[in-house]
């Protein structure tokens, strides 16, 4: 039986999704169901002094409308922030309260006031405009540079700082630095970005009086952490009269990890008024109200002997994390961050400063790559300077700089079970065609196009696991993940996983893993997630972890199968467990060739009993059935790699900037199935080169955001692209028996520097993110004036 | 009149042929096409991604013509002939258009997917074998967010080759 990992398998899920049978949260309507919509903050900051709601319930169709008191009375908890992260001075990170609906204080312009339930949205909708709320308007802070320096929001944060935290030793640094040749040094504003999944955020929550239980649909990766934050936390319901249910989820980014006030509030709005309680986010409100990405300015700098050696590094950056501190939106400026900004090199000496500020803007939690963007930018674009200012190669300076051995034992926090990252560059210098790169310019040149090449190497932590590395970090949760491998009696297999797929393909790489593992035909497996009532509970989908994680968990419980299948064969065949083989879904006796297929014993498991000259197929003590449960819980991160290069275009006249050429060399470990890795190679770096090029979000000085809707913030478009050209090498993962290493964030990681570093090589000068035409051609005028000055 | 989604006070007939088959539903008069194939219809396939008629994941046919059906007032259309995803199987066969997507994993999250496939379908009517530049171009009304495009684009290709 020819193996399935490896191979280019058509997706499972695709047909419903392109026949129009997809079932995702806003698709599902309940017998008397009712619409929710949300009154929301028109301010950045203010007091609520008062709300009056008595003409908005008068309204016609309105079934109830709620507010910050009712939601209090009925002791509804705050949202909250699920890593905790101390202070350089050892003090706990500063919090402030996160009600589900405010009462005394809005703090972001599309915070949650109050909702209004209907009959119809649009009568919904026409009562919200009835509720009045008298509001006292107060001075908002909305620049991340200069929170600390602002009025404080919360009378108990002063500074509106979070945390002050440090990874690193500044002493060592210092020495480092002492010795250097020469110091170069960066000053850079990662953009803050608004995910925007395609299908925008939605829930209906449906509670029965019959057996007090919520059903909640929910546009999740994460629907077993929706479950426990709204039971345990929120209060709403116990776990047990809880059943979350994300179904087919239009894309996730990060956006989707953790429930927002919407969940809590309709979940609790349902079981008030014994009905189903719909909502579906309109995309202003998604912009407004989603978690946003990024959001850092960064100082940092680097220290180089004149043969391009790396002595040290060190960052100090402000992170903005928004209004609140959303679930994870500590960890991502920090750990996922920290660790990783030293880069793909060996650096001797380095250390991490981030201060983490409020400000009244929606709240900022991780987005796809979640603090390894961010990471990567800092040190790539700073190591492509470096090149620069020694006269080096910029492919030189980074191969000088890489590690060569493995496990290497990184500056900040990680051991790197596996890599070979000088493989990765030349492959891509290759594939890339470097030495054609001066031909090409020169071509450009001819019809008055700069052309600028820009690299960026990069590593990452994910498979976002394991737990005691994570708790003793701050992560108020493990993050193991789970599975349950269920023969069914008639040979055909069910495996549940706790991660959830929404767009990345489980369906198919999960099932086969698990037909290579069982000799089961693929289509004989069905993958099911989504449902906290169905499989076991597990930690979801994001910091690329499924496959190493989750895909691990159904391997293990695979095995178990295999395992117990093994007695069972052993005692139909009449022989030893020991001379019991399997191989491709069969279990052999070698010496005899008597075999039974994994069908036919699943079937026998099922019924263990004798029956008529049918024996009891179960060894003593052995239970019936045959379905296997496994947790997985890796002993490290993974730690996928790469090296990309960027080739773009600028019109000198108009600014106008192309990515004409895009080369990414990735090393994912053991690849299941290469259709859907280059799929996510494409999305990240289209994701990256959107943050480098063209997205940007912006708040204006009152705290509006002036980009909430597709007419003012800029998605990337079919036509912004060129064809990517992809590589792969492979260093198996050590820490998971697949091999695996996540891939879902490697785009969104490499490409913002390898297109940065491209436009200053073309312009010539330094330019920040996103390169707007407008930039990029102020920067070519300045440089021409340099130019003419010089001549 | 059942209780759906939108309230109002206006009524309107609204006769349409939908997917081949008739229909005529009584609905408030500013009923857009995208909310009467999905609340009134149940036909949930034609998707709502935004609301200032960018995103392009509600896009069908009618009379042959790609149209965002959110922009389209589902009375105005009166008497049309509308084709949505849900459409394009024939004798249980997916259209050459949906099997490309599939073969070349022209989609990940499925969400922009019919508006994607329903508008390319219309490309190909207005030219049999369009470049990547021209599918690009064609496709800039359509947002996606989790393919890069590529592999829509080759997708594209693919259905040009068989149609």
């Known amino acids: 039986m020819a193996s399935l990992v490896g191979s280019r398998v058509e997706r499972k899920e695709d047909k419903k999704l392109l026949t129009g049978r997809g079932k995702y949260t806003a698709d599902v309507t309940f017998a008397h169901q009712t619409y929710a919509y949300f009154v929301r903050s028109p301010h950045a900051r203010a007091q609520i002094k008062n709300i009056d709601t008595s003409k908005a319930e008068k309204s016609s ?39 589900p609906l405010a009462s005394e204080s809005v703090n972001y312009v599309g915070d949650h006031v109050a909702v209004v339930i209907a009959e119809s949205l649009d009568e919904a909708r026409n009562a919200a405009d009835l509720v009045k709320v008298d509001y006292k308007v107060l001075k908002a802070v909305v620049k991340t540079d200069q929170a600390m320096d602002s009025e404080n929001i919360y009378k108990d944060i002063p500074k509106n700082l979070c945390f002050d935290w440090l990874l690193g030793d500044r002493e060592k640094v210092k020495e480092a630095f002492d010795k250097a040749d020469k110091i170069i040094k960066i000053d850079l504003i990662n953009n803050r970005l608004i995910p925007n999944a395609m299908e925008p955020r939605a829930a209906n929550a449906d509670y029965n009086p019959s057996t007090e239980e919520i059903t909640l649909y929910t546009t999740s990766q994460n629907p077993h952490l929706a479950r426990i934050i709204i039971s345990a936390f ?9 059943r979350v249910i994300a179904p087919d989820v239009g894309g996730g980014f990060g956006s989707k990890i953790y429930p927002y006030a919407e969940e809590v509030v309709c979940s609790w709005a349902s079981k008030k008024i014994e009905r189903p309680v719909k909502w579906v986010a309109d995309r202003t409100e998604s912009f407004l109200s989603d978690c946003h990405g990024r959001d850092h300015v960064t100082h940092a700098e680097l220290a180089v002997k004149n043969d391009g050696t790396f002595l040290g590094f060190k960052n100090e950056t402000i992170a903005n994390i928004g209004a609140y501190a959303s679930v994870f939106a500590t960890v991502t400026p920090t750990y996922l961050f920290g660790p990783c900004a030293t880069g793909v090199y060996k650096m001797p000496a380095a250390y991490s400063n981030v201060k983490a500020v409020y400000t009244n803007t929606a709240p900022v939690d991780a987005y796809r790559g979640a603090g390894r963007p961010e990471a990567t930018y800092t040190i790539e674009t700073l190591v492509e300077k470096a090149a620069r200012e020694l006269g080096m190669d910029p492919a030189e300076i980074r191969m000088k700089n890489f590690p060569t051995e493995f496990p290497f034992q990184q500056t900040l926090v990680h051991s790197v079970d596996s890599g070979d990252y000088n493989a990765g560059l030349k492959k891509a210098m290759e594939v890339g065609d470097y030495k054609g790169f001066e031909k090409r310019k020169n071509e450009s040149a001819s019809r008055g196009k700069l052309r600028g090449i820009g690299f960026c190497s990069y590593f990452e932590a994910c498979g976002i696991a394991p737990s005691a590395v994570v708790m003793s970090l701050g992560c108020g949760i493990g993050l193991w993940e789970s599975a349950e491998v269920r023969f069914n009696p008639t040979g055909n297999v069910t495996v549940f996983t706790g991660s959830h797929s929404h767009g990345q393909g489980h369906d198919t790489t999960f099932a086969q893993i698990a037909a290579d593992r069982l000799g089961v035909p ?36 695979c095995d178990k199968i295999v395992a117990k299948g093994k007695k069972v064969a052993a005692k139909m065949l009449e022989v030893n467990e020991s001379e019991v083989e399997f191989k491709d879904g069969e279990f052999i006796v070698a010496k005899s060739n008597k075999k039974k297929t994994i069908g036919e014993v699943a079937f026998a498991c099922y019924l263990p009993g004798t029956y008529g000259e049918v024996k009891s197929p179960l060894p003593e003590g052995e239970e019936p059935g045959l379905k296997e449960t496994s947790f997985f819980d890796p002993g490290n991160f993974s730690f996928p790699a790469g090296s990309h290069i960027c080739e773009v275009e600028v019109d000198p006249e108009t600014g106008n900037t192309e990515v004409v050429k895009y080369t990414a060399v990735d090393d994912f470990g053991t690849i299941i199935n290469p259709l859907i890795v280059e799929g996510q190679v494409h999305g990240g770096l289209a994701q990256g080169i959107g943050q480098a090029l063209y997205e940007n979000c912006h708040y204006d000085d009152s705290g509006q955001l002036v980009t909430a809707s597709y007419m003012d913030y800029t998605m990337p478009r079919a036509d912004n692209f060129p064809e990517f050209n992809l590589g792969f090498t492979c260093t198996p993962a050590t820490s998971n028996p697949l091999g695996t290493k996540g891939c879902g964030e490697a785009g969104a990681i490499a490409a913002p520097p390898a297109v940065m570093n491209a436009v200053m090589n073309a312009v010539g000068t330094e330019v920040s993110m996103p390169a707007t035409a407008e930039k990029v051609w102020k920067a070519c005028q300045k440089m021409n004036k340099s130019n003419s000055k010089a001549a | 009149m059942v209780k759906f989604f939108i309230g109002g006070k206006t009524m309107k007939k609204v006769s349409l042929e939908v997917n081949g088959k008739k229909v005529s539903k009584e609905v408030p008069d500013h009923t857009v096409l995208s909310v009467f194939l999905r609340e009134v219809l149940n036909l949930t396939g034609t998707h709502v991604g935004c609301d200032t008629s960018q995103c392009g994941a509600c896009v069908v046919h009618v009379d042959g013509k790609s149209i965002k059906s959110c922009t389209a007032l589902a009375a105005d259309i009166e008497g049309s002939k509308v084709t949505t995803i849900e459409g394009l199987v024939s004798n249980g066969k997916m259209h050459p258009m949906q099997e490309a997507f599939k073969k070349q994993h022209g989609l990940q999250c499925g969400f922009c997917t019919p508006g994607m496939v329903m508008s390319a379908i219309d490309l190909l009517n207005h030219k049999k074998n369009p470049s990547d530049k021209e599918i690009r171009d064609w496709l800039e009304g359509n947002i996606c967010r989790c393919t890069g495009y590529q592999n829509i684009v080759a997708a594209v290709k693919e259905a040009a080759s068989k149609m």
């Open chain 1, 61 to 99: 169709g309105v079934v109830a409308v709620l507010t910050g008191k009712d939601i209090a009375n009925d002791k509804i908890g705050g949202l909250i922030a699920g890593w905790r992260i101390k202070s350089e001075d050892g003090s706990d990170m500063k919090v402030p309260a996160h009600p």
């Open chain 1, 234 to 242: 929120n209060g709403v319901a116990p776990e047990n009269k809880l």
């Open chain 1, 522 to 557: 693929l289509e004989n497996i069905e993958i099911s997630h989504g449902d906290t009532d169905k499989g076991p509970f597990g930690y979801g989908t994001y910091g690329s972890r499924s496959l190493t994680v989750g895909g691990t968990a159904i391997v293990k419980a």
